[in-house]
T-cell receptor, first 112, second 113 residues
Framework: GQNIDQPTEMTATEGAIVQINCTYQTSGFNGLFWYQQHAGEAPTFLSY????GLEEKGRFSSFLSRSKGYSYLLLKELQMKDSASYLC?????????????FGQGTELSVKP | DVKVTQSSRYLVKRTGEKVFLECVQDMDHENMFWYRQDPGLGLRLIYF???????EKGDIPEGYSVSREKKERFSLILESASTNQTSMYLC????????????FGDGTRLSIL
């Protein structure tokens, strides 16, 4: 079956670094996406990985290991505004539609 | 800038009513999606469409139907609304190429009384 696992909640301190893990088991793989969702708002795109390795984008980085079915999102220099839910999603096929399979999200709380 | 517009932010309907949720995108995207989001269950795909008049069932299509008569518009229909369809509904669209993310609308919080 299709399964994506993330921790439900995490807490971190302002200015620190936090790593949010995601493991997946899907019938196909054509890329992994990370989204950020603030309470009451729509998810917004953060990063995309399709090849193994690290993608860096400012304070946010995302890593992928396809052989392990594993990804993480790394947030550096945490700010209070980073308090949000972080969603991991896998695109399961190459052809038409390209639907995403979402994990349940990790609720990150950043404390002063 | 990318824009996905959902017709209502909040909607209240009664059990048994036929409910229409509309979504319009202005990016000429091939793919459009309807999700519902519930606490503890995450985002669940209801239906998606990869072309005009084409549709595919997602993970939870029961009780819903969709319509895509024009490329920019994707409608979700609750044939006979029930209280267990009270939820946040999110529409998204994307280009067909693999590395393109889905862009989401602001969502419709639907309450069925």
């Amino acid at each position: 079956g299709q399964n994506i696992d993330q921790p439900t909640e995490m807490t971190a301190t302002e200015g620190a670094i936090v790593q949010i893990n995601c493991t997946y088991q899907t019938s196909g793989f054509n890329g992994l996406f990370w989204y950020q969702q603030h309470a009451g708002e729509a998810p917004t795109f953060l990063s995309y990985n399709v090849l193994d390795g690290l993608e860096e984008k400012g304070r946010f980085s995302s890593f992928l290991s396809r052989s392990k079915g594993y990804s993480y999102l790394l947030l550096k220099e945490l700010q209070m505004k980073d308090s949000a839910s972080y969603l991991c999603a896998v695109r399961d096929r190459v052809n038409q539609g390209g639907k995403l399979i979402f994990g349940q999200g990790t609720e990150l709380s950043v404390k002063p | 800038d990318v824009k996905v517009t959902q017709s209502s932010r909040y909607l209240v309907k009664r059990t048994g009513e036929k409910v229409f949720l509309e979504c319009v995108q202005d990016m000429d995207h091939e793919n459009m999606f309807w999700y519902r989001q519930d606490p503890g269950l995450g985002l669940r795909l209801i239906y998606f469409s990869y072309d005009v008049k084409m549709k595919e069932k997602g993970d939870i299509p029961e009780g819903y139907s969709v319509s895509r008569e024009k490329k920019e518009r994707f409608s979700l229909i609750l044939e006979s609304a029930s209280t267990n369809q009270t939820s946040m509904y999110l529409c998204a669209s994307s280009l067909e190429t693999g590395n393109q993310p889905q862009h989401f609308g602001d969502g419709t919080r639907l309450s069925i009384l």
